[in-house]
């Protein structure tokens, strides 16, 4: 696992306050893993502080899953 | 028509001097003192550095930390204390139309401390506003009598009363009222506050409000003393069930005593200052009487708003003497701000519930570190000082004033 998806995995534990086992690269943050619109915009924004990168909300509202978050900050965290 | 009776059916309590019901009575029967040096933030350069924090609480012990996450400190307290007064209500499903159970909440600021992260994290930042999207649902007073019902699934009236620190003494007249119209069956009510945060400490520093007594924090809540130089900022909250009697004693409850009149008015005169002769006390305390239709004669213990500012607390004094007569002394009275601080918003519902095992303990609560007497009070007023007294008590009167010339009056009766 690449150090940003860890990362990524370990804000999103820690926010929704669910298991590890469920943050897999498919799970949707509000089907799956019980995020309303709201944790939504502040999984983003954590994301932004952590990578020092901006969402744009065009693109953030195609990040819906663990493994779209993980791709995105991929190819754009500096 | 006829108004129905309104009785109290559950209690909870989070204060400087105890965590639960329990250990608030013990606290406030032993003189305890919930003050120390704070602890919340790095105070080295206040004025004040000391304060009524609320001791060991552990937020993930009672609210999953996802949960509690979205609450700000204030509400945090309120949602504990509400459960424990449902619990001790033994209100559910079973027993009671949630449809027609209120929650009407006190709070005299809300999330402070969270308006204040959020601002200094835009401050520290480069402008581009990036704030967290639970800044406003934590902030605004109202968020606890909303998560409390969310918890619960009480659909009836919601919201929370703002009148600085009257508030929660002003939301249980709006929970009694609707009562003992019939318009609801139950309400949760109470009030919680949590401002021992940089703002707070300094904002009530620069108006002078605060004790600046930091070489000896224990005994800087003196209420009626000589020597005392302001408040001491609480914090947490009380939370009491009030329920229709006749409702409460079909499901075989227990009645702790019964709300009997709730008084109000307003000074009319300072934004800060209360009014010289204390007739907004005067006619808050007078309203309340005349509302539980009882004789001034009849109180037994008033628990005052007494806060230990130099102004305050002889003002309402006289305000008891204009409307008691001789009897201001025969009548027990005491502060037990002097022991908790002032919790604000909340401090009517920590009050309202020190009254109210009062009367179940038939015991009123001490002033303490009161030493020498203010000369200004006629020394034939009991202060009940340093020492609680047993008594025998039937009626308890507990006031609170507010910044903004608010005044709002309780009256409780054993039945």
Excluded at chain 1, 38 to 51: A, G, P, R, S, Y
Excluded at chain 2, 129 to 142: H, L, S
């Amino acid at each position: 696992m690449s150090d940003i998806a860890s990362k990524v995995k370990k804000i999103i534990v820690e926010k929704l306050g669910v298991d590890e086992t469920e943050v897999t690269a498919e799970a949707s943050f509000t089907n799956d893993l019980g995020a309303d619109s709201l944790d939504t915009v502040e999984l983003i924004m954590e994301f932004e502080k952590e990578f020092n990168v901006s969402i744009p909300d065009d693109q953030a509202e195609n990040i819906q899953t663990v493994g779209q978050a993980i791709t995105y900050l991929e190819e754009n965290s500096k | 028509m006829t108004l129905k009776r309104v009785v109290v059916t559950g209690l909870g309590a989070l204060t400087p001097i105890g965590n639960t019901v329990e250990e608030f009575w013990n606290g406030l029967s032993n003189g305890v003192s919930g003050c120390d040096f704070i602890t919340r933030f790095d105070a080295t350069n206040f004025k004040t550095r000391f304060a009524c924090e609320v001791k060991n609480f552990e937020v993930t012990d009672f609210i999953p930390r996802q949960d509690a996450r979205k609450m700000d400190l204030f509400t945090q307290f309120g949602v504990v204390i509400a459960d424990q007064a449902i619990a001790d209500s033994g209100l559910s499903d079973e027993n009671i139309n949630k449809e027609k159970v209120g929650v009407i909440w006190g709070s005299g600021i809300g999330g402070l401390k969270t308006f204040e992260d959020e601002m200094i994290g835009f401050a520290q930042g480069n402008g581009t506003p990036r704030f967290n999207p639970f800044f406003i649902p934590k902030m605004i007073a109202d968020s606890v009598s909303g998560q409390i019902s969310i918890k619960h699934g009480f659909r009836g009236p919601n919201y929370v009363t703002v009148s600085a620190c009257s508030s929660a003494n002003n939301a249980i007249i709006d929970a009694f009222n609707y009562i003992r119209l019939g318009r609801i069956v139950a309400c949760i009510s109470g009030g919680s506050e949590a401002t021992v945060a940089q703002a707070g400490v300094g904002g009530f520093n620069a108006l002078k409000a605060l004790s600046e007594r930091n070489d000896d924090p224990k005994t800087a809540s003196r209420p009626y003393d000589r020597d005392r130089d302001g408040f001491v900022l609480g914090e947490g909250g009380g939370a009491i069930v009030l329920e229709e009697y006749e409702h409460a004693k079909a499901r075989g409850a227990k009645i702790y005593c019964e709300l009997i009149g709730g008084g109000f008015s307003s000074d009319a005169y300072h934004i800060t200052a209360p009014h010289p002769e204390g007739y907004g006390a005067y006619l808050s305390m007078k309203d309340a009487l005349e509302d539980a239709q009882i004789a001034p004669e009849e109180v037994d213990y008033i628990n005052t708003h007494g806060t230990s500012t130099p102004l305050g607390d002889p003002q309402e004094i006289k305000a008891i003497e204009q409307l008691f007569g001789d009897h201001a002394y025969k009548v027990s009275i005491s502060s037990t701000k002097s022991m908790t601080g002032h919790l604000l918003g909340g401090a009517g519902a920590v009050e309202s519930v020190a009254g109210i095992l009062a009367l179940e303990h038939q015991m009123v609560p001490p002033t303490i570190n009161l030493d020498n007497i203010d000369e200004v009070i006629d020394p034939r007023i009991d202060l009940t000082p340093n020492v609680a007294k047993a008594k025998k008590l039937n009626v308890v009167l507990s006031n609170c004033f507010g910044f903004g010339g608010h005044n709002a009056t309780l009256i409780f009766r054993k039945i």
